[in-house]
């Protein structure tokens, strides 16, 4: 699987979006590229995930680039409760087995 | 969305003892579970997977015969930490699939065990 850069940490105002980078640039044409968040001693849940196109769901926004080397997850309108680890994963399908690297720390401010 | 369940939530045990952690999904069948730990402020290590009616693979450096795992049924898996060492003490948290041939992992809630 592909490796995964992320920025060590992050900061963002409530009520703003926030926007998480990953660097992916080794990715191979039909690894997927999933988000999950993991907030302070709890399990990690399952953001979104994405091949090509950008995605959307309840919770966030996935920008994919075109050549696929990078992505941005996008909570757009944050608040407290979203303050956590966000780890950027790349897996083929079917695979299953996560690797977790050290993610991002998501600190959403009042 | 898939719930994912593990109980104990919390545990403490003497040294020498053995403590077993279940994990369920509670509204989707999964033939493979995986088991993680997590050290404080590090990140999630893959331990092994669990496969239903089959033997776990264990990841590199992981003791199968102190990390006992069982999978006895699509909804269960449990994991026996033998003769537990307060080297142990950890966060241990179980995830499955989807179900459906849905690639996302759904997490449980995690069990903080602490070793004495």
């Known amino acids: 699987d592909a490796k995964t850069t992320q920025p060590t940490s992050m900061d963002c105002a409530e009520g703003r979006a926030a926007n998480l980078p990953c660097n992916h640039s080794?990715?191979?044409?039909?690894?997927?590229v999933y988000w999950y968040r993991q907030i302070h001693s709890q399990g990690p849940q399952y953001i979104i995930h994405g091949l090509k196109n950008n995605e959307t769901n309840e919770m966030a926004s996935l920008i994919i680039t075109e050549d696929r080397k990078s992505s941005t997850l996008i909570l757009p309108h944050a608040t407290l409760r979203d303050t956590a680890v966000y780890y950027c994963?790349?897996?083929?399908?079917?695979?299953?087995?996560?690797?977790f690297g050290q993610g991002t720390r998501l600190t959403i401010n009042p | 969305g898939a719930v994912v369940s593990q109980h104990p939530s919390w545990v403490i045990c003497k040294s020498g003892t053995s403590v077993k952690i279940e994990c369920r999904s509670l509204d989707f069948q999964a033939t493979t579970m995986f088991w993680y730990r997590q050290f404080p402020k590090q990140s999630l290590m893959l331990m092994a997977t669990?496969?239903?009616?089959?033997?776990?693979?264990?990841e590199q450096g992981v003791e199968k015969d102190k990390f006992l795992i069982n999978h006895a049924s699509l909804t269960l898996s449990t994991l026996t930490v033998t003769s537990a060492h307060p080297e142990d003490s950890s966060f241990y948290i179980c995830?499955?699939?989807?179900?459906?041939?849905?690639?996302?992992?759904?997490f449980g809630p995690g069990t903080r065990l602490t070793v004495t």
């Open positions: 669990s496969n239903e009616g089959s033997k776990a693979t264990y």
């Open positions: 080794t990715i191979s044409g039909n690894e997927y």
């Open positions: 994963i790349v897996i083929l399908p079917g695979a299953q087995k996560l690797v």
């Open positions: 995830s499955a699939g989807g179900g459906s041939g849905r690639d996302e992992q759904y």
